[in-house]
Each structure stands twice: as C-alpha cells, then as structure tokens.
C-alpha cells in the first residue's frame, strides 16, 4: 500500500515550539492545536488496510472521520485543562485543542466500507479492499 501523510506545517510547529521555549512563552491553543498529531500505526494484509491511531483522552463523538476523493482525514479535538489550573506545573508536554492527519488511499481501497472503533485510547480504522483488488488463485490445467 502507498499511503502518504499530508501534513503541510509540521517543521513550522516545530520551529515555533522550540523558539517558544527558548524564550519562555507558552503555547496557545490555536499554536498548540496546530501542533498536535497523533501517532498513527498503518497495516495492510490481503483484504484490508488498517489504521490505528493514539487518542488518549479523546471521546468518539469528539472524533470525525470522513473520505473524500482518496482521502481519509482524521479529525478531532481533545479537551484539557484550563490555563488557569496549570499553574505550579514543571512541564506541559500533553496537547489539547483540534488534531488532524490527512492519508491518500491506494485505489484498491473500497471507499464504501470504511469502519472506525475506538478503545481504550486507540481509534482504528479499518478500510476493506476491492474485491477485484484482492489476490486470487488461477487454476493452471494439464
């Protein structure tokens, strides 16, 4: 499977975040939220592909999944902490805010069932493949 991942201002984030530090400022939510991305593992086998994401502390109905012209975008929000409660923190290193992660799908991937679960943190996304994508046995005759 060729997927690729879009994530246009991933070095930006990351600049910002290091001169945010060397100079003592905090992240806002909309920096942070740029910021965030989960961590995605992706298998393929001989009939589906499969996603699977970290989403510690995010709740299914905050999570919005969709498929459009090849592309499966994984979207959501996870809620934190307000400001205010974060005083005498040492070190804040779990975002909040608005995530994203954006993936072209092959064209072997059956866009009409597309299934998504999440447990115990962990969204999965589960793509079949085209039934006429799929390896098949032909019978060689004597």
Do not use: C
């Amino acid at each position: 499977m060729n997927m690729r991942i879009y994530q246009p201002n991933t070095m930006l984030n990351r600049l910002h975040d290091e001169i945010g530090t060397l100079f003592g400022t905090s992240l806002d939510d909309v920096s942070s939220a740029a910021a965030w991305s989960p961590a995605v593992d992706i298998k393929e086998d001989d009939g589906r592909y499969l996603i699977h994401a970290d989403l510690p502390g995010v709740k299914a109905e905050d999570v919005n999944i969709t498929l459009e012209k090849g592309v499966l975008t994984i979207e959501g929000s996870r809620q934190g902490e307000a400001a205010e409660e974060r005083n005498g923190y040492r070190r804040v290193e779990r975002y909040r805010g608005q995530f994203a992660r954006h993936f072209a799908l092959p064209d072997t991937a059956d866009s009409d069932k597309v299934e998504a679960k999440l447990k115990d943190g962990v969204l999965e996304v589960t793509i079949l493949k085209k039934e006429s994508s799929k390896p098949r046995r032909i019978r060689v005759h004597s």
